[in-house]
């Protein structure tokens, strides 16, 4: 089957959801040129929620996703949390910042029934998940209104999972991958293998459509994607420098420098390893440090610095989220590119 | 300029040479079937390298191509030599080997007049190099036979730098490669990516033609491959079972096993990264650490380890080279596995 039997749109392209750098108006700019346009709602409260939703539904009757991480938010651990403050003291101090004024929060929420109250509200025709999948109870009341069910698969091991769990696609999410990778079994990030091995193995394994995620960036991309047994594609960083995302200028300015051919998997952010451009405090860090709190928490921490930085226009402290390849970004509006990510040869 | 145009084969394929694993057996029979077989010369000494191309020439009129490793040999360091061996110590006692009759050693040659002299007797078609290119010199008493000369890039950057010294085509070697990582350029791991990244960005880069290699494991690959602009595709790890490689029970066994589907980057059998199934001592080191002494002198002090390991069954001290895609790995005739390898659908 392919995306666009399973989802009932002219082409086989997802718009990546990306939290903190788009909303709505990308996801209907996607989804009215013909692709299945996303809307990241990891970062959104429930006032947030409904907004976005009610302007998608309002502006457009096709098909959308909406993205939700799914992770077990885990006990806050004061020891690490006050490691991990003692590491960044310098920067507080460099720019001035006072870290009793740094709020801890829980950064993220997870999907709760409180989330699928006001889904039901939208009845969205797609709700796609990051690591694994909520309980079956959240995922039953998404079903009754019909809504496909979609998660990310960084490992043959995790696609069986979520196709044992009733998922009505697997997006294979090889290591080129932008952002948050999507692996829930395995910390160990030797699991994680490119995309071009990733998706064959998936395709093997499962019987539910497949959908290529990583370094997918233009028309080849995609039809090397169809070529090796996916039956669609998701894209995301192709889409960041369009007018209709909210990359920042700053992520504007890294994407499409020479800098932007180095990307590394970082838990510094967030908690969870995610591919981002390497910046200073990547680089000055290490970008994976042991002493990180668990997702989401390590994100309260960083957030000050970051905005200090940011409004003395230096990206030191932001997550710059990019994929391995990022010879697609063009500042076109979505709608072009989506068109050009299937135009013939 | 395809891939066949170029070296005047039938096929779009090379074989991935692979030192330790095979030898003209499995090229002859790959270029017999219309491929570009591959001699691995990094670990054959001036005879066994002469005896190997009278085999190749002898049985077959086809061209083939003959891989050398061209690093320079490091300086011998005593302090982190013995450091490497009291790291090494409890499996020394372990196995009952004597450490002090553990000989030092230079692990592998690399490319010389010498070796030059020996190749002038046969004038192989292709001549490739892994971990840059030898001295100008050297190239061009190859270039002299009419040999055309490939070498691997693993980024965009060394790409640039191996075209601008003349090669005839460039292998694109994504992360999921099996061996020896071909990275000369830069000793940081993160600017290694995959090939759905890699071999785009490789080819708007530069004029020469573009061999895609990295989790290309049968004939779906291969179309995926020349989708994203390859010329064509080298492929190794796919062939370690056919009956011409010369791998061993262990590694066949390995490659077969559910723990294939975990590899990781590793120095510690050469003092290079390289890929290969997650063992023994990789697990208990860790699979890249900063105490092993400089390519290629790591390779003697486990020499030994692995030798009575392997004598005794097992594979703990082992380098189980194999890429991230081990599902085209089958025990058949490697001219049937060329064949499949471009079967239409």
Redesign the interface.
């Known amino acids: 089957m392919t995306l666009q039997q399973l989802f009932g749109v002219p082409l086989p392209i997802i718009q990546a959801p990306m939290a903190g750098v788009q909303g709505s108006a990308l996801a209907t700019a996607v989804s009215s040129a013909g692709g299945l346009g996303s809307l990241p709602a990891a970062m959104l409260g429930p006032d947030a929620l409904r907004a976005e939703l009610a302007v998608m539904s309002a502006q457009s009757p096709r098909p959308f996703n909406v993205n939700f991480f799914c992770h077990t938010p885990p006990q806050p651990d004061p020891k690490r949390e006050a490691e991990w403050r003692v590491t960044l003291a310098p920067y507080y101090a460099e720019l001035g910042i006072d870290p009793e004024t740094v709020p801890a929060g829980p950064g993220r929420l997870p999907f709760s029934h409180e989330t699928v109250d006001t889904l039901e509200e939208f009845r969205p025709a797609v709700v796609s998940f990051h690591f694994g999948l909520p309980s079956e109870d959240l995922l039953a009341r998404v079903r009754r209104w019909g809504a496909k069910i979609l998660s990310s698969a960084t490992?043959?091991d995790e696609a069986c999972w979520l196709e044992s769990r009733g998922v009505d696609a697997v997006i294979a999410q090889?290591?080129?991958a932008g952002g948050h990778r999507g692996v829930f079994l395995s910390r160990?990030l030797?699991?994680q293998?490119?995309?071009?091995?990733?998706v064959?193995?998936i395709v093997?394994a499962v019987k539910v459509p497949v959908i290529a995620a990583?370094?997918?960036?233009?028309a080849?991309?995609v039809?090397?994607?169809l070529?090796?047994?996916a039956a669609g594609v998701q894209v995301g960083t192709a889409y960041l420098l369009c007018p209709e995302a909210t990359t920042s200028a700053l992520h504007r300015a890294a994407l499409t420098s020479e800098g932007a051919?180095?990307?590394?998997l970082t838990n510094l952010f967030t908690g969870r390893p995610a591919r981002g451009i390497?910046n200073r405090i990547m680089i000055e860090l290490g970008?994976i440090s042991p002493c990180v709190p668990d997702f989401p928490l390590a994100t309260s921490a960083l957030a000050p610095l970051r905005a200090k930085a940011e409004s003395l226009g230096r990206s030191d402290f932001s997550p710059l989220w990019a994929?391995?390849?990022t010879?697609g970004c063009r500042e076109v509006p979505a709608t072009a590119l989506t068109a050009e990510l299937v135009q013939e040869v």
């Open positions: 490992t043959v090889g290591l080129e160990d030797n699991t293998i490119g995309t071009f091995a990733l064959p193995q093997r990583g370094g997918i960036a233009d080849k991309g039809r090397a994607a070529e090796l047994g051919r180095m990307t590394a390497v970008p994929g391995q390849n010879t």
